[in-house]
Each structure stands twice: as C-alpha cells, then as structure tokens.
C-alpha cells in the first residue's frame, strides 16, 4: 500500500473485532511515528501503549460516547511535553504540531497492516494519567484505539456513529479550508 491509498483508507472505525497484539507490532508502530519531522529533531512525542488487562484501566476514563472503545485491542496514549520542543516566542505550542504529525504516521502505518487506529479526545485526562504513571506537566493529546474493523455493528454506537460507519463522514469543500494568498474566514 502506498502513502497515497493508506489516506484513503484511513477511517476512524468504532466497530472492531480483537487483534493479536504484541511487541513486535509496538516496535513496528512507534519505528514509523519515531521517523516524524520535529522542530530541531526534538521529538517531543512520547507514546504509552496499553494492551491487555492494563486496558480496564484506561476504559474508566472514557466519556459516555466512547464506550465502544472498550472492544479496542490497544489504548495507545499519546503524550508530550512543551518543554520538549521550541518555545515559540510568540506563545505557539509547537510541541502539539509535532507530536500530532508523529501521530499520523504511526495511524497511516496501522492503516496499512489492516488495523483501524481511532483517536480520541473523550476522556478524562487525570484517570488516564493516574493510570499510567504519567507525570504533572505531561499532556495526554489524544488516546489512539487499535483494533480490527469488525463486519457487525458495535451495540454501544448511537445513530450518526452507525451512519459514518457505514460511509466516510463528509468532508469540508476545497474552498472552505484551503486559500490561495490570503486568508478567507
């Protein structure tokens, strides 16, 4: 699969079946995000993955609407510090750029084993950060759910979840997000 056809098959399944995880697909992941561009090669990503028993954990964290996550195979926990990267002069948190592009090659790479890899931002910070002795100071950006799509529905989606599982959700138009030499708002 090339770059251009794992975009396209990306989708944020909520559907999943269990997979097989184990270390050497840990290492496989985390080896494509590690080869993310950062600010001065900083890499201020850090990746907590959480499979097994470890998961019951994690899935008191979740909010009401993201209870199907409970049938993810792995929880991985995407974290960084702004001491990590640039400081911007001007304020920009650049550190959530760059941890966020990391994150995108480690879901394309997902992609492209045949995994579904889902990102998050209903949960609950604290429990996830007591629950993996994850330092104050530390942003919890996003939790990732791996699993395989599954061909049934999960019970636990509502009625528009059930609809963009069933085709990709729509797309803003090239006109309302990308402007040619200036700025349109």
Avoid at 118 to 130: C, F, L, M, S
Avoid at 149 to 158: G, Q, T, V
Wanted: net charge negative.
């Amino acid at each position: 699969m090339d770059v251009k056809e794992a975009i396209k098959q990306r989708r944020a399944y909520r559907s999943l079946v269990p997979v097989e995880i184990d270390r050497k697909l840990i290492e496989d992941l985390a080896g494509y995000a590690q080869l993310a561009p950062s600010c001065f090669n900083n890499q201020p990503w850090r990746f907590v993955f959480v499979y097994g028993e470890k998961l019951k954990d994690l899935h008191r964290a979740l909010s009401g609407g993201n209870q199907w996550a409970e049938r993810a195979s792995m929880i991985i926990a995407v974290c960084s510090r702004k001491e990590d990267d640039c400081a911007m002069k001007d304020g920009r948190e650049y550190y959530l750029f760059d941890t966020g592009m990391a994150n995108a090659f480690l879901m394309l790479r997902a992609t492209e084993l045949g995994l579904v890899a889902h990102p998050i931002a209903g949960y609950d910070q604290q429990i996830v950060k007591e629950a993996l002795n994850i330092p104050d100071g530390v942003t919890v950006i996003t939790l990732v759910n791996v699993g395989k799509r599954a061909e049934e529905l999960n019970p636990a989606l509502s009625e528009r979840q059930i609809k963009d599982e069933g085709e990709r959700p729509a797309r803003l138009g090239f006109e309302e997000f990308a402007f040619i030499n200036s700025y349109r708002g």
